[in-house]
């Protein structure tokens, strides 16, 4: 049974910092692609990140330059450090496993950003 599971969500300041994580289990972790999608309320789930289980990263343009996406294959966990954080930041993020067959996704974890 594959599960991802998100933590590092909370409440932040504007120009803050957080690090999200998605541990995974039940899936050759080095074999998928990972993404990281947020959802506003009110809003369609949109794609913030994603990276290839090569490597390759790519991001949407509004956090190009403050968000990175990485993964560590040995703990079976995908990070979004999220820098200069921004109150239009502010939703459910949620990770995203792919592979050939199927996709899956985590619970997700709240991110607030205050002004």
């Known amino acids: 049974q594959v599960q991802l599971v998100e933590s590092g969500g909370g409440l932040v300041q504007a120009g803050g910092s957080l690090r999200l994580s998605c541990a995974a289990s039940?899936?050759?972790?080095?074999?998928?692609?990972m993404g990281w999608y947020r959802q506003a309320p009110g809003k369609q789930r949109e794609l913030v990140a994603a990276?290839?289980?090569?490597?390759?990263?790519n991001y949407a343009d509004s956090v190009k330059g403050r968000f990175t996406i990485s993964r560590d294959n040995a703990k079976n966990t995908v990070y979004l450090q999220m820098n200069s954080l921004k109150p239009e930041d502010t939703a459910v993020y949620y990770c995203?496993?792919?592979?050939?067959?199927?996709?899956?996704w985590g619970q997700g974890t709240q991110v607030t950003v205050s002004s």
């Open positions: 039940g899936i050759i972790f080095r074999s998928v692609a």
């Open positions: 995203k496993a792919t592979n050939a067959a199927n996709w899956y």
């Open positions: 990276i290839s289980s090569g490597g390759l990263t």
